[in-house]
């Protein structure tokens, strides 16, 4: 069984507790690709840079964080320095042979870099935006991750994507977990994050959706608010490239597995 696992990036995950179990799965044998994010730990060190954190809204309603040159420098800090290494060493300190990679790595991700960004300012207008070091994941590097995985390491893999000019990219990490998933087939999708799933009402923790019939996420959009509506379309980017399921939720993977949060199938 091959598991694509995506730890988020913000504040309150259960990281400790998912690195536990990740090493028990191990142990019995199945193969685990892990991805992080670094949003939180972006967000302190930028603060303490004295550069200003700014996050974009898209007319589509996505929200995202605003990468300029130095942005693109402290996310690689956060991600492929910290955040990576001590994954890495954590796995290690359980038996598991944690390998750590950021997605650059040969060739490991590839993307386009958007070439415009639009943003929606809070009265409505539209800004064009030329200098934003972000993009999207079209290629995976799927016969390097199998090559990995048989020689019994366990990728770990910051978002740091290629441009196909050589340039780093600050992706999405639920989108590029849910192209890794693809590209290996795997067995299934994991997104773990700070809240139990997808909520009918953010507020209210009791309003959990447990299952979504796969040609019914569409209808569910309108749910998400925030960071949620990329884990959703991770989803449905996963599920059309052949994964057959997608998990989120948050605290206990093994729970979560079980169908403690939403399950998206």
């Known amino acids: 069984m091959t598991l694509v696992v995506k730890i988020g990036g913000g ?11 990740l090493a028990r799965y191990r142990a ?23 550069h200003a954190v700014r996050m974009i ?26 955040i990576n290494t001590e994954l890495v060493a954590l796995l290690q300190q359980r038996g598991v042979n944690a390998l750590g990679l950021a997605g650059v790595d040969g060739r490991l991700l ?20 030329r200098d934003d070091y972000t993009g999207q994941v079209e290629q995976v590097n799927g016969e390097l991750l199998r090559q990995l995985l048989n020689m019994g390491y366990t990728p770990v893999i910051a978002p740091l994507a ?3 000019e050589g340039e780093r990219l600050n992706v999405d990490g639920d989108r ?16 773990m994050t700070n809240v139990p799933g997808l909520l009918a009402d953010p507020d209210n923790p009791a309003t959990l959706i447990r299952t979504i019939p796969a040609q019914q996420l569409a209808e569910y959009m309108d749910y998400a608010r925030g ?11 996963a599920l059309r490239g052949g994964v057959p399921r997608v998990y989120i939720g948050c605290n206990s993977l093994e729970a979560v597995l079980a169908g403690e949060g939403t399950v998206i199938t």
Not at 12 to 18: D, E, F, Q, S
Request: avoid cysteine; hydrophobic fraction near 40%; glycine fraction near 10%.
């Open 110 to 129: 590839v993307g386009r870099r958007k070439a415009v960004v639009r943003s929606v300012t809070p009265d409505g207008r539209t800004q064009i935006l």
């Open 28 to 50: 019995e044998g199945q193969q685990i690709v892990l991805l992080h994010g670094g949003s939180d730990l972006t967000n302190t060190l930028s603060e303490q840079m004295g």
């Open 57 to 82: 809204t898209s007319p589509t309603g996505m929200t995202s964080r605003y990468t300029d040159s130095e942005t693109l420098r402290i996310f690689a800090m956060a991600t492929a320095g910290q």
């Open 227 to 237: 960071r949620m509506r990329k884990k959703l379309l991770g989803a449905q980017e």
């Open 176 to 191: 590029a977990a849910a192209a890794v998933a693809s590209a290996l087939q795997a067995d299934a999708l994991v997104i």
């Open 162 to 164: 290629l441009s196909y």
């Open 11 to 21: 504040a309150g995950i259960a990281t400790l507790n998912i690195v536990r179990e």
